[in-house]
């Protein structure tokens, strides 16, 4: 159709979310929000990477399927993020989220750092 598609990675709808997220978070007042932003020299790429007004790193995970949810975090926090927000499509998918980090004890370490958010929460 000659439109320029939305960046990032993953399906249409892991795309469209990526872009409706850093809008909203560009909206909210965040100056520096990347899309698939990566923290410093790391590797790793994070779905969406905002920094806030103090410096630090918070990195947005949309989580449509769990298979790579727990490993995401675990990358995100060790590439320099200092919070992690999940965000799943709706409730039951969040409490699916929830479950998977209360049971995997590396994580649960850092549970004070990790949020979770549904795709709904971005249109308040």
């Known amino acids: 159709y000659g439109i320029k598609p939305v960046p990032g990675k993953g399906t249409f709808e892991h795309k469209l ?18 899309i698939e932003g990566r923290v410093g020299d790391s590797q790793k790429s994070i779905d969406i990477l905002a920094q806030s007004s103090d410096g630090a790193f918070i990195g947005y995970e949309v989580t449509l399927s769990f298979d ?25 998918g969040m409490a699916k989220a929830q479950k ?9 370490n850092y549970q004070d750092r990790i949020e979770f958010r549904t795709m709904a929460d971005f249109f308040n």
Do not use: M, W
Not at 102 to 108: G, L, M, S
């Open 17 to 34: 979310y990526q872009h409706l997220i850093s809008q909203h978070l560009k909206s909210a007042g965040f100056e520096d929000v990347k």
């Open 68 to 92: 790579n949810l727990l490993d995401n975090v675990r990358s995100d926090l060790s590439a320099g993020c200092s919070r992690v927000v999940i965000v799943t499509r709706d409730k039951p």
């Open 100 to 108: 998977l980090i209360q049971n995997d004890a590396p994580v649960t």
